[in-house]
């Protein structure tokens, strides 16, 4: 049975997490985080009152930047066609990353419900882009350190 609505918390992302069985940890700066297919993702509580939900999924494989400008046209079409979520590219080290994220405003709370939809939407989302990279740049880059 589903409660009215609530603040979120980071709590409550772990422990619908846990619910479904998934293994997440904390980083060191207290966040939650964990692996799927090989991907690192991050669910963030974010603002002045850690009421944005962010699930930030980070591709295992890192691009070379002499690709940079060929990704960033694979990047933007992705970002032009859909809604979910957000990627962009961000430079580690000598190479390139590729991050997606998809973020929601909870300004007066989240049902129990609400929030498991917004944490599979956002696993979701972001699996289907790094498939599809997967698909589109199959030699690309070695696997990002996890």
Known sequence: MSTGPRPLTSGRIEAYLGGCGYHVDRDEDGDLTGTWDGNRFWFLTLGDEHEILQVRGRWQRT????????????????????????????????????????????????????????????????????????????????????
């Open 63 to 146: 691009l070379p930047e002499a690709e940079r400008s060929a990704v960033l046209l694979v990047v933007n079409d992705w970002n032009r066609e859909r809604i979910w979520p957000k990627a962009y590219l961000r430079r580690e080290d000598d190479d390139v990353a590729l991050y997606g994220e998809v973020s929601t405003d909870l300004e007066h709370g989240v049902t129990d419900d609400q929030l498991g939809q917004l944490v599979s939407c956002g696993l979701g989302t972001n699996a289907q882009l790094f498939a599809a990279l997967s698909e589109l740049l199959p030699g690309a880059g070695p696997s990002a350190p996890q």
